[in-house]
Every structure is written in C-alpha cells, then in structure tokens.
C-alpha cells in the first residue's frame, strides 16, 4: 500500500470489473466414421465445405449417419467437433517413389597445349532433351583472358571454374570438382534409368577464334557475356562437320577434331531388405478417400485423392507437389541427396515432409515420407511408431550406381565404369498416384454391436478418442451424438460421460423399424431386444421415430436418425432464441429438411410417448404445419425441473460460466474482500439471464454462512448458487365459459 505524505491529491485504481466470459452454448460433438482425416481427434469444423474437404463425402458404406447428420446439423451452426472413428483394418493409402541416381561424366586428363570445345545435352528420365533448345557449350583455351571468350587454362580445374559461371539455376546440369585438379564431373540433375548427360567433346591444335559476345558465327550465336560458352542455334550444322571451317574475322580455328562423343545413365533403386531403396509416401491417416481416381462425369474428368508429382526444376532443386483432387495443395524444395546421409547436406522429403504423425509439428496436411523398405499395414491410430527418421539414407550405402564417363586426353580413349558409390541420387521425376487406402469402417456387413466397432466408436480414456476425445479439457461441446448408433453399451457409455463431465447433453433414439409407439417405448425402459436396461438421465434426451429426408449425395430419399435433427433444431434455438428456451413446437422445432417421418404418430401415440414415466420426445407430422419435434423431454424419469432440456441445457450453460468466470480466484485470500468479488462475478451473469428469461428467481450466497472456519481450514472456499428456472409452457388450457346476455360476463369462478 502507498504511504502519503506530504498534502496532495492522490488518484489510485483498483480493477473490479470482473466480466463474465462469453461462452457459445451452441457447440456440437459427433463421432462417426469417414473415408479420410483424423483419426480420434476432435476436428472443428466451421462450413459444410470444409467438413466434405477435411473427411469427405458421406458414404452409407462407411456406416451410420455421422458425416451426413454433420453436414445438415452445421446449417445450423459454425461450431461443430467431428471425431473420426475407425477399426485395426484401417490403412494408409501408399505409393513408392522412385529414387534414382543421377547420370555422371568425367573429364579428365585434358593437355594444356591444346583447345577444346565442350558440348552438353541433358535428358530427363522420360527421355527428352532438356537442352534442344539451348545447347550449353563450354570452351577452354590455353589462354587467360577474362575479357574474352578465351578465358581458361586447359587444365579441369579451370573447365569447373568456367563452368560453374554458367550453371545458374535454370540449367539441367550440375558442374562439381573432383577430389583433385585433375577431373571434374557433370551431373544430370534428373535421375532414374532414363536420365541422361551426353558429351561430345572436340579438340583443335590451333587456336579458337575471339568471339564477342552477343555476335552470330555460322550459325552459332555467342553467349552474351564474358563466358566461354556458346548457344548453337544450328547445332545441327556445327555437329555435322561446319565446326571446322568455325572462323571469325578472318581466324579459322585449325585441326577441329572430334575427340569423344557419348553418354551416361542414371539408374534407378528398388527397394530391398538389404540397402533400402525408394521413398515410401503414405496418407497422414488412414482411408481411402486418399486412393487416387480418376473418373469420367457428364460435367468431364474429375479427379480424387492424393498424386505425388515430382519434376526436377531451377538446376539441382527439385520441385515436390502434392496434388490432392486434381489441385495443387502443397509444394515442397527436394535436392540432391549426397552420400545417402540423412545429415544436413541433403534435402531429403524427411526433411520437410512428415516422418511422424505429430499434429504439433506437421508440415503437410497430407503425407508421411519414409525412405526404405516396404512396412506393414498400419492401424488406425494417430502415432505409428513405424515412423522414423533414419539416422542414414536408407541404413547403408547403395551399390551399383550410375555410369561414369571418363574421356581422357587426346588419346581418343574414354572408358565407362560403375561408379562404387552412390553420391548424387534424387527422387525420379513422375507423377505417382496413391492406392490401398482403407477406411476401417464398417464395410462387410459389421454393425454398432461388433466389438472392434464399440471399441472405436467408445474411445478409451488413455488415447482419449472416440466419445471420450470430448473429455478432453480444451474441447468444450454442450451436445454430443453417435448419429445411427442405438447399441446399448455405446448409448449407455455416451450418456455416462456426460453425466460424468457435466460438460454435454447426450442426444439418441431407439433404432429404426419399430411397429408402434409401445415397441419404442419398450426399448427405452430396458425391455427390448437389443436394450435390457432402462434409460434414466438428465444428461440424455431420446427422439423418435426416424425421418426421411433427400440426400444430395445418393441422390434419393432415405430414412435417417432422428438424433440429426434433434441436435439441429437445438442449434436453431439458439439462434433464433436462448438455450434456456425449449427446442420444440411450431417456433423452433419445426424441421425444414425431412419430407416424411417412418411412422405418423397420433394424438394417442403422443400422449404415451411423452406421459408420465416416459421419455420419449415424439417428432409427429401435422397435416397443416409439416414435420414437428413435439417434445423436450431429458431422459430422466422423476419428476423435477431437470426432466425438461430447456433447464438442463440452462443448467450446463451456467456451471461452464462459472468456473470460467471464478477460476482467477484460486490461490487468493480466502476473506470477505474474496467472498464479495466471488458474489460480483456470479450475480450479474445470472441477472442476466434472468432479463432474458431463463430463470425467474435467484440467489447468490458467499459469505461467512457458506465459509465456515472447517472449511476455511481444508482451503475450501463455498458459494451457494439458487435458480428458480424457467418452464416451458407444454400444456396450454382454454376454458370456454357460456353465459346468457341476463348474465353478461360475470361468470363465478368453478
């Protein structure tokens, strides 16, 4: 505390604002299977598009309704978390791409007393000739004259030095320098069996002619600058014998004699147990919505999942692309990978591309990359410890590498040898297409009740997936729904979780095909194939029967859970009113989607649904206002305020904003200063909610009553909270009274 002294006015602050945070009571939970994304992570989704782009269309192969009931329920909202489940059969849609070595050329051997013209062609693995259009052409002389094409000694040092200047980054070879003055190599920036270098290389006893640059010689126009290179527009004249009557201004270039012309190829490497071999792409998650197609529609082509285009662009990088329906998604820089080391001089697709499925540090949406042998299937879940960076290229050094030319001196001889080490190898260049994806749905006749599809759709609390991933403490979800699941043991685990978080209200249905009314309640009293025990729950709510509804993947008509709609029409409430306010009747529980119900309910069939032990909130066809939830119900049996899902929706709002309001009180003071804020944090929240007519009454209680010196002892702090909740006006009662005009309208009350 400040110490005033000497006279003056003094001005402090003191924060007592305390605002209550704003929470969207309007946030959905769905589990339920799909053809790609996520495995077992709850994945927000805000639009249509974007659920369809992260997991795909819904297929009825994949079982249940959990795709398509999120697509119409996020109409009605932008806050949904969909969790994708799937079984041990999942898998990874996979390709291998190929890794080559790149063509090498050596030169050595060159005498000083002679002139040498030097003419490269480059050949991509498909075999087209990547310098046709620009032939790259090196000369040397004994002279050393920067200021002119004459600029190099013979020696092949200074033929890599002359060189480098024109390798820039468009050019289709790499010139390096061997482990001495005495040789250099060109390296093809293209690998596989197909890429080549070629070299012809001629020799003159006389001296080269001084040509400037930007000038045109027979045929051959100079390279515009100082550089002892030559672009041939007729290279074809040149190469057939024109080179030696080369001249300019008068100085012909003496004793032009082919000295060695000829090629070497790359070489492809297979995968094998013994020294690795290609890069091995697969999906991020499993799921054949990965799996590469290509189809023929009315509108045209259209294409689907996952390519890997691989093109050898700007010299020796290398251009990786993911191609993800047609459509460039993603592009990441590959380079020579030398010596097979995975250290710091190579720019290897582990590199960039994820060799893990941590989300936290991913750097594609899409793919793993793994160098070497073919692995098993993986399983579905979200961290394969197949996955690793190796500490070496593929573990060992690979064999039997590209061809090696080596022209010697004007002896005319040039041998071609295999090189014992591979040094320069690179993804080959191609467009590969990803297969073998699957899903791990419950294609093959499997339903809710097998045991590997209660296990993914359950989750378990250590991975924490499936219904449990919305346990997670940073997911916060008011409504949850497994859409077209009525397994007992699954129903049953969602509502114990919502009882056991206090965090969402649990939405189901009895299955569909029941003959009548009774047979659904049957099933929700445990008396039922299929269900034994009795559903009892304030934090679960049970609509029937099934609606039908035009579904614009199929294209046709076709009955769906009614949970979908149930959660949507939960979603409108709070759109056009409060979560407090009841999700049914004309207002806010007509459905606009579904065209028909499975079974029109009567008056009678109302009543039993919906009478007193039951809980089943009826959705009826009315001939003159459509298709109608006609019920709130929560599925809990006894007779108290939180039997109705206006109040426990009202209920769940108000316990997230308090401890989200009071939680900065933890650790402080425990005195009266305390209790006053703790009260001042709560009052005006609920205030508010009571002038938008959610309760009608309350009371907040933190005062010396609630804190007890016990419990100020245990560290305990105490606020007693009391609502007195709005009820929804279910039954509406009209007393028609007739008088004679003796009486008028006084009427004695009955």
Known sequence: MATYVSPGVYVTEKDWSDYTPSLNATTVGVVGFASQGPVGIPTLCTTQDQLLNVFGDPSEATGGYGLLGSYHILERTNTLFFTRAALDSAVRAEIEVVVGTCPRAQIVGLNPAYSYLVAVTVLDGAGNNKTADAPLWVQTTPANDDASLSVLSSTAEALADAAAKITDSTSPYTILEGANTSAIELVGTYAGAGAKV????????????????????????????????LSATGISDVVGGALSALSYNGVVAAGVAALYTGQSSGTDIVASAVSGGSYFHRSLYPGEGYN?????????????????????????????????????????????????????????????????????????????????????????SPVDALWTLPTIFGGSPV??????????????????????????????????????????????????????????????AALQNGVQSFLKEDIDVNMVAIPGCTDQSIVNDLITNAETSQKFLAITNPPQNLGSAQEAIRWSSGKASGRTASLNSSYGAVYWPWVKLYNPFSLQDEYVSPDIFAVRQMCYTDMVGEPWFAPAGLTRGRLTRPVDVEMVLSQGDRDALY????????????????????????????ATALDRVNVRRLMILVRKTILASTRRFVFEPNDPATWSRVTNAVAPFLSDIQNRRGITKFKVICDESTNTPLRIDRNELWCKVILQPTKAAEILVFELNLTSASLGLDVPSA
Do not use: H
């Open 198 to 229: 070629g070299l012809t290389l001629w020799e003159t006893s006389g001296t080269l002619p001084t040509i400037p640059a930007g000038t045109t010689l027979a045929g051959v126009s100079a390279y515009s600058g100082t550089n002892a290179v």
């Open 292 to 380: 590469y197609s290509s189809t023929v529609t009315q509108y045209g082509v259209k294409n689907t999942g996952l390519q890997i285009s691989v093109a050898s662009v700007q010299g020796a990088n290398q251009g990786w692309t993911l191609l993800r329906n047609g459509g460039i998604e993603e592009t990441f820089p590959v380079n020579l990978i030398n010596n097979l080391a995975a250290s710091a001089n190579g720019l290897d697709p582990e590199r960039f591309v994820n060799s893990t499925t941590d989300e936290t540090n991913k750097t594609s949406n899409y793919i793993l990359a793994e160098f070497g042998v073919a692995t098993s299937a993986v399983g579905a």
């Open 399 to 460: 064999q039997n590498g590209s061809t090696k030319i080596n022209v010697l001196d004007n002896s005319g001889v040039a041998t071609s040898v295999s090189s014992t080490i591979v040094k320069y190898v690179k993804l080959k260049d191609g467009v590969y297409n990803l297969t073998s994806g699957l899903n791990g749905d419950m294609a093959g006749g499997k339903s809710f009740s097998d045991a590997d599809v209660k296990a993914a759709i359950m989750g378990t």
């Open 611 to 638: 009478g007193p032990g039951n809980i089943i909130n009826p959705i009826t066809k009315f001939s003159t206002d459509g298709i109608v939830i006609w019920g709130q119900r929560t599925a809990q049996r006894t």
